[in-house]
Each structure stands twice: as structure tokens, then as C-alpha cells.
């Protein structure tokens, strides 16, 4: 059983962007309540918030626990935690949609703030117990299978090249029949990796569960904690997503926080397999140097 990962106060408007889609009208106007006001909202008690949102008590504390916390208590000294840092000016502000008429500046400046908002939300919301224990057993593999389609299967590709670049057995899989012919053959000592934003894409849970079901250990790589992929997951790696627009939709956004762990990752298991991983590293290093220098190449015979 996974134990319960309780959300730093700075990730807690993340959070929100991230569930709200997946929440029932009246869980949103709760979570969306405690975003955009987490100084009134942190002086309510369980009624009070309940009586300002039109709703229950029991749907506000259902979206306490949604949101990761453990009751509204907890919800609530993350809220007082939240205004705390606003007051500071420590807290991140939320940026603006990105317009049709928007100049190509003010374009640049809007993404730059929510690449910037999107790394600091996964950061503060990642679980690194979590993420140790998907390094360890990346780190000791025999194999390593990673699973994703559209965007997400960019960045399975860029996760596996930095495992093979240090040494390690890694295979990216976007067709979905080769993923799952690929995933009978796991077992235990192999590791699967699912990366999905929504975590409901049938293609990624379905290796996922045979690899699962073969004894290997599993990660998702999700947006949703609670999602589909989870129950086949072993280790969850919830990641954040910038404000969605029309021009911008979830998949593009989602990337940039996907990156993130697959650089935890891979840094990771640079560290633990340190002694092997620097000379592979260096010896591709060099490789590709040779190959691109004038004198590298190929002579014809």
C-alpha cells in the first residue's frame, strides 16, 4: 500500500490546475476556492467553506483528500502555509492565458513564466520517496521498457537514450502491440515505465499492466494520481502542467514538467551507478566528438 504524499503549500494551486478537469462540479468550485483565496479560505473552518462554495462538508473534505491531504485540517495549515508565502512574496504568481492578438513578446514572456511556474510546482510535488525507490530499481535492472504515446512517447525516447548513453539496457516503445509483445517478456529484476499526463491512455496502461502482472517493477509517470495507470504502478511520479489554452493544449504543457523527473531519474541512477555510468558517458562523449570532427568519419573504399 502507498503511503500518502502530502503536498507542499506551494504545490497546492498545481495541484488544483492538474485535478480540477477530473473533479465534480462541486469539488471544483471548492478547489478552486482555496487557490484563489488561501488566506480567507485558510480563517474557514470545514462549514464555513462548505456554506461559501454551495457545498457540503463532506465534498470539502472529499477534495482535501483528492488534493493529497489528509483531512481539512491538513488542507488548511497548507492554506495558512500558502498565504504565509503570497504575504512574503515568495509564492508564485499565476500568469496569464495566452491571447490570439498577444505580440510574439509577450508570447516568449507568458511561456517563460509558465515553464519557470511548471518546474517549481512538479518540484514542490514530487514524492522523492517515490522517486528514490524508481531509481534504485532503475539502477539495478536487468532492462528497462518505457511506455508513451503522442508527446510523452518524445520523452520516453529521451529518457532511454540517457539510460543507453550511460551504459544501460533501455527500449522506448510507442506502437502500442510492440509494447505489449515487449512487456511479456519482463520479469522481476526488469523495470516499466508509463508516461501518460492524463493517465488514462489505453495504449501506456496496457504494457504497463502485463509488465505489472510479469513481476516487473512499474512506474507511472502521470499527471493524475489517482488515474487508471496508478493501480498497475508500483511507484507514482505526479507531475504538474502549466495553464492550458487553446493555443497551448495539456499534451505541449505536460513535457516540460515530464522532462523534469526523467532528469531525476536519470541523474539518479548517474549517481548510483557512478562507476560505470562516467566512463560510458565519457566514451559517447567521445564517440560522437570523433564523428563529427574533420577528421572523424568513414573512409570509402
Do not use: W
Request: proline share 5%; hydrophobic share 45%.
Amino acid at each position: 500500500m502507498k503511503e500518502t504524499f502530502q503536498p507542499a503549500p506551494a504545490a497546492l494551486a498545481a495541484k488544483v490546475r492538474t485535478l480540477a478537469p477530473s473533479m465534480t462540479r462541486s469539488m471544483q468550485r471548492v478547489a478552486e476556492a482555496v487557490a484563489s483565496d488561501p488566506v480567507g479560505c485558510a480563517a474557514l473552518t470545514v462549514t464555513g467553506l462548505a456554506e461559501l462554495t454551495g457545498t457540503s462538508e463532506a465534498t470539502v473534505v472529499r477534495t482535501a483528500r483528492l488534493l493529497g491531504y489528509p483531512g481539512y485540517r491538513d488542507l488548511r495549515l497548507a492554506l495558512a502555509g500558502l498565504a504565509a508565502q503570497q504575504q512574503s512574496g515568495r509564492a508564485p504568481s499565476v500568469t496569464a492565458d495566452i491571447a490570439v492578438d498577444d505580440p510574439i513578446a509577450d508570447v516568449v514572456a507568458k511561456l517563460a513564466r509558465d515553464e519557470q511556474q511548471t518546474l517549481a510546482d512538479t518540484a514542490a510535488g514530487l514524492d522523492t520517496a517515490q522517486l528514490a525507490a524508481a531509481v534504485t530499481a532503475l539502477a539495478g535492472a536487468r532492462r528497462t521498457d518505457v511506455y508513451g504515446i503522442g508527446a510523452s512517447g518524445l520523452v520516453a525516447q529521451d529518457l532511454t537514450q540517457k539510460l543507453l548513453r550511460i551504459g544501460l539496457i533501455a527500449h522506448a516503445h510507442s506502437d502500442p502491440h510492440l509494447a505489449v509483445t515487449n512487456a511479456v517478456q519482463l520479469r522481476s529484476g526488469d523495470v516499466a515505465i508509463a508516461i501518460t499526463h492524463s493517465g488514462s491512455t489505453g495504449d501506456v496502461i496496457e504494457p504497463l499492466r502485463v509488465a505489472f502482472e510479469h513481476g516487473a517493477t512499474t512506474v507511472a509517470i502521470t499527471g493524475r494520481p489517482d488515474a487508471p495507470v496508478t493501480q498497475y504502478a508500483d511507484h507514482v511520479l505526479t507531475t504538474s502542467t502549466a495553464r492550458e489554452s487553446e493555443l497551448r493544449p495539456a499534451a505541449m504543457s505536460s513535457r516540460t514538467s515530464q522532462l523534469l523527473v526523467v532528469d531525476c531519474l536519470f541523474v539518479g541512477v548517474a549517481q548510483r551507478t557512478y562507476e560505470t555510468a562516467a566512463p560510458a558517458l565519457a566514451a559517447s562523449y567521445e564517440a560522437l566528438a570523433h564523428r563529427h570532427s574533420p577528421r572523424g568519419g568513414t573512409t570509402r573504399r
